[in-house]
């Protein structure tokens, strides 16, 4: 079935229209309007720019800015996760019982991290990420000050060091993110 | 008081165009069609006009009958001042766009 451009265009200019910031929407029924006065060859360029207008609009909100970090996180942490599993695969073989253990509770720590920030945001990952990043830092300086020196405490406090830095950047992405969504929110429009 | 401000040759150019007439209604495709300029582009700037205060828009009735209402677009008294004093500082770079599109 051959699909008309004049219907694909109607299908874009209703997807700008539905995509556009709520405070645009009369704007949009107004390019919507302009459809019933223009030459159907022309209907598929007009709807094209105003589906690319707004895109940018919807981009520049801080609903999208704090949804994209809320993503970005999501996924970092999720590939975080991942990576310890498949470090504690790796090591398994090897017999380093506390290093598989500490892989995969951290996987899994992370994992539930994943989980909340897509579930509450990022203002819960802040609240939880920081105990964590605290309780971490303790470890990281036991291991250091009373840990027998050993290939296997080398290797687990390396872990936990990467793992407290990744929490940083997590809550340094997360309070930037807040911080400019507060920004935008006091930016009169 | 109007602030200068950079403005684009497209920008100018819309300016332009809306001064010629200032008391009309222009539509988004009048604008279009006349200085040449595409939809991504134009409504952009002109929300950006309008933002600043220097445009104002509305519904009109069309003046084909039995067509929706169409949202038109105008200079307010800041907007004329602005497209006077642009168009001062480079009405040689108008008069070419113009040109172009004839």
């Given at each position: 079935m051959i699909i008309?451009?004049?219907?694909i265009?109607?299908?874009?200019?209703?997807?700008a229209?539905?995509?556009?910031p709520?405070d645009?929407?009369?704007w949009?029924?107004?390019m919507?309007a302009?459809?019933?006065?223009?030459p159907?060859?022309?209907l598929?360029?007009?709807?094209?720019g105003?589906?690319?207008t707004?895109?940018?609009l919807?981009?520049r909100?801080?609903e999208f800015?704090?949804?994209a970090?809320r993503l970005?996180l999501?996924v970092g942490?999720?590939m975080w996760?991942l990576a310890?599993i498949?470090?504690?695969?790796?090591?398994?073989?090897?017999?380093?019982p506390?290093l598989?253990?500490?892989s995969?509770?951290?996987?899994?720590i992370?994992?539930?991290?994943?989980?909340?920030?897509a579930?509450?945001?990022?203002?819960v990952?802040?609240?939880?990420?920081?105990p964590?990043?605290?309780t971490?830092?303790l470890?990281?300086l036991f291991?250091?000050?009373?840990a027998?020196?050993g290939?296997?405490?080398?290797a687990?406090t390396?872990?936990l060091?990467?793992?407290?830095?990744m929490?940083?950047?997590?809550?340094?992405?997360?309070?930037?993110a807040?911080?400019?969504?507060a920004?935008k929110?006091?930016?009169?429009s | 008081m109007v602030?200068?401000?950079n403005i684009?040759?497209q920008?100018l150019?819309?300016?332009s165009?809306l001064?010629e007439?200032?008391?009309?209604?222009?539509h988004?495709?009048?604008?279009m069609g006349s200085?040449?300029i595409k939809?991504?582009?134009l409504?952009?700037?002109?929300?950006?006009?309008?933002?600043?205060g220097?445009?104002?828009?509305r519904?009109v009735?069309?003046?084909t009958?039995g067509?929706?209402?169409?949202?038109?677009?105008?200079?307010?008294?800041a907007?004329?001042e602005l497209?006077?004093?642009?168009?001062a500082?480079?009405?040689?770079a108008?008069?070419?766009q113009?040109g172009?599109?004839?």
């Amino acid at each position: 079935m051959i699909i008309s451009r004049a219907r694909i265009a109607a299908a874009m200019i209703g997807l700008a229209k539905s995509i556009a910031p709520s405070d645009r929407k009369e704007w949009f029924d107004g390019m919507v309007a302009e459809f019933d006065h223009m030459p159907r060859q022309e209907l598929l360029p007009f709807a094209l720019g105003c589906l690319t207008t707004s895109v940018r609009l919807r981009a520049r909100t801080r609903e999208f800015a704090l949804a994209a970090v809320r993503l970005a996180l999501v996924v970092g942490a999720i590939m975080w996760s991942l990576a310890h599993i498949w470090f504690a695969l790796r090591i398994w073989p090897e017999d380093v019982p506390l290093l598989v253990t500490a892989s995969l509770v951290t996987a899994a720590i992370f994992a539930a991290g994943a989980v909340v920030t897509a579930r509450f945001g990022l203002r819960v990952t802040t609240s939880l990420a920081v105990p964590a990043l605290f309780t971490g830092t303790l470890v990281i300086l036991f291991l250091l000050v009373f840990a027998a020196p050993g290939r296997s405490s080398e290797a687990l406090t390396a872990l936990l060091i990467e793992d407290v830095l990744m929490l940083v950047a997590a809550i340094v992405i997360a309070k930037a993110a807040q911080s400019y969504a507060a920004f935008k929110t006091r930016e009169p429009s | 008081m109007v602030r200068r401000q950079n403005i684009s040759r497209q920008t100018l150019l819309v300016l332009s165009h809306l001064a010629e007439r200032p008391r009309d209604w222009w539509h988004g495709y009048d604008l279009m069609g006349s200085t040449g300029i595409k939809s991504g582009t134009l409504y952009p700037m002109l929300l950006r006009l309008h933002d600043q205060g220097y445009l104002e828009a509305r519904w009109v009735e069309s003046s084909t009958p039995g067509r929706p209402q169409r949202h038109a677009y105008r200079l307010t008294a800041a907007g004329k001042e602005l497209a006077r004093t642009s168009i001062a500082g480079k009405a040689g770079a108008v008069q070419d766009q113009k040109g172009a599109l004839a």
